[in-house]
């Protein structure tokens, strides 16, 4: 009997499951995909009992932000003696068919880096976006500070095997735009 149960209270769960009363399901759909949404109306008309329904459709395309990325350096190299400043270029654009929003992008400085500074020669193309930029010393997933221009204020701060990480956050990148992030590091000897 307590075996019949357990398979029972088994059996519930996963209907509970596969009818969706465990949580919502959200999953990523590919552009072009075409959802449709249909809903009816049923109800007793007249006298003789005459059961009338109304069906609508209403269809959707998906259409998702496509954005790519690539990173430069200038110059590629520097002396070993002397060490030098180098200015790092991070780029992205959309390629897709709908508005990319809270683009969030992280870059570990390399190590042996001094005098980091952000965003020297930032560009857009596009409208309506703004650039959150910060960065952190504990790990890639923050926490995050905002710096003033160089990390901190006071001649910038030396990247260490622990790493530096900076972190920018763009409110978006609408179909066709493009845009560009710096920062600038000296390269130590």
Known sequence: MRRMRNVARVAVAALALAAGVGGN????LETGTLLTNAASATYMGGGQGTQVTYSATAKILVANPAVFMWK???PTSVGTVL???VTYIICFSNGGAN???NLMMTDRVPYG???VAIGANDKWAGSGATVAASYSVVGPTGPFNAPANVL???GGVTSTPGG????????RVDIGASGCVTFAANILP
């Not at 399901?25 to 990523?28: E, N, V």
């Open 25 to 28: 399901a959200l999953a990523f």
């Open 72 to 74: 430069d350096v200038s």
């Open 83 to 85: 060490g030098g400043t």
């Open 99 to 101: 508005t990319a929003f």
């Open 113 to 115: 880096s001094a005098g």
């Open 152 to 154: 901190p204020a006071a």
């Open 164 to 171: 530096l990480w900076l972190h920018w956050v763009v409110s």
